[in-house]
């Protein structure tokens, strides 16, 4: 048997027999026969399965679906990682933080949530229901775009070009964390180190996605110093320091990050 999702499912007319490498796969084999119990193989009057085998493993081992952007109860996210245990699917990404608002609890910031969002309580909460389904949560903190919702908050995160713009949260608006503010990587060390410890998952999302850099960075004055200091040609190039930055605090805490393909284009 190879694989660790590598199941059989035999069904006989006498018995049903599971057999897998590990438990996630006996676990995936009794979602197919929960499949098969609800579907045209069984009888609609009898209730019998009539005798099959099924050898089955995944194609691929990564498996994801996302939740994205706006709010979910958390009941609703509950019945969102049923539906996906059901269908094998193993990792769910949350998004936690956009324009749209911050929905994670954290302790260090406590004005960043004080409206709807999930307590660190709620999310421990999740992340132990999904593992019981075989799904690892894996959560999205997105920088340096799509943070209207901190910048609301904390304005001198922004850059001096965007001090004096109204920031509405829950609709987009083309503002981002400033690269050249030491306070940033200050603040953001907190709030990815409280991630950090919160989520087991080995991976961060920090995004990287959507940047509107020419109307932020390129009018920032200090952003447009730091260019020049590093030799720079192209504003999109503090990608390279301000991430440096974000990967050192993962680092730390010995996490991997992921991060839109988007920043392909930062190198000249």
């Not at 709010?71 to 990404?93: G, T």
């Not at 209207?148 to 713009?165: D, F, K, R």
């Amino acid at each position: 048997m190879e694989g660790d999702e590598h199941y059989y499912l035999h069904v006989k007319k006498d018995k049903i027999q599971i057999k897998g490498k590990s438990p996630r796969a006996v676990f995936y084999g009794i979602m197919t026969l929960h499949q098969l119990l609800l579907g045209d193989v069984c009888s609609t009057q009898q209730k019998r399965i009539v005798p099959i085998t099924i050898d089955d493993a995944p194609r691929f081992p990564y498996r994801a679906l996302m939740i994205d952007r706006h709010f979910i109860p958390v009941e609703d996210v509950k019945f969102y990682i049923d539906q996906m245990a059901r269908y094998k699917y193993n990792a769910l990404q949350l998004h936690l933080t956009d324009d749209q608002g911050w929905r994670i609890e954290i302790k260090k910031y406590p004005q960043l949530a004080s409206t709807e969002h999930y307590t660190q309580d709620e999310l421990r909460d999740l992340i132990a229901y999904a593992a019981l389904r075989n799904i690892e949560i894996i959560p999205e903190v997105d920088v340096p775009g799509h943070t209207v919702a901190i910048l609301a908050a904390y304005p001198e995160l922004g850059c001096t070009s965007s001090q004096n713009i109204t920031k509405e949260v829950g609709k987009t608006t083309n503002l981002m964390l400033c690269a050249s503010n030491k306070k940033v990587y200050e603040v953001y060390q907190h709030i990815l180190g409280e991630v950090a410890d919160l989520f087991p998952s080995q991976y961060i999302h920090l995004g990287g996605d959507e940047s509107v850099i020419d109307t932020n960075w390129g009018q920032c004055e200090h952003c447009q110093a730091l260019m020049k200091q590093l030799g720079y040609t192209k504003t999109s190039q503090l990608m390279i320091p301000f991430f440096d930055q974000m990967l050192a605090i993962l680092e730390k805490k010995e996490k991997s990050p992921i991060l839109w393909c988007e920043l392909d284009n930062i190198y000249p």
